[in-house]
């Protein structure tokens, strides 16, 4: 079993910055991917971001150039660094994490609300 804790969420301006973060505990040493999700009111949740074991990155095409994943392997935590947010990112933002490929066992966090409004 493994447990995501995010936070990091919150209301900000259109431009703004935030950062997510994912704290991952329990079985987790053969956890292959972790990554970003994210749900706006009405829509199918979407990939984010994601990173492997070993570094590699992929980002959905809106947020490229904008977002960046990142990992602190010490702390067992992942991170989602927003830059020039926009109002469309508004959504819950939830953290994942898979033992494999796609279709692998995987497990989600509870969810931040991340707000972008003026």
């Known amino acids: 079993q493994v447990q995501l804790v995010e936070s990091g969420g919150g209301l900000v301006q259109p431009g703004g910055s935030l950062r997510l973060s994912c704290a991952a505990s329990?079985?987790?040493?053969?956890?292959?991917?972790m990554g970003w999700y994210r749900q706006a009111p009405g829509k199918q949740r979407e990939l984010v971001a994601s990173?492997?074991?070993?570094?590699?990155?992929n980002y959905a095409d809106s947020v490229k150039g904008r977002f960046t994943i990142s990992r602190d392997d010490a702390k067992n935590t992942v991170y989602l660094q927003m830059n020039s947010l926009k109002p469309e990112d508004t959504a819950v933002y939830y953290c994942n994490a898979r033992r494999g490929g796609l279709g692998s066992p995987e497990y989600w966090g509870q969810g931040t609300q991340v707000t972008v409004s003026s």
């Open positions: 329990g079985s987790i040493f053969n956890i292959y991917t």
């Open positions: 990173i492997s074991r070993g570094g590699s990155t």
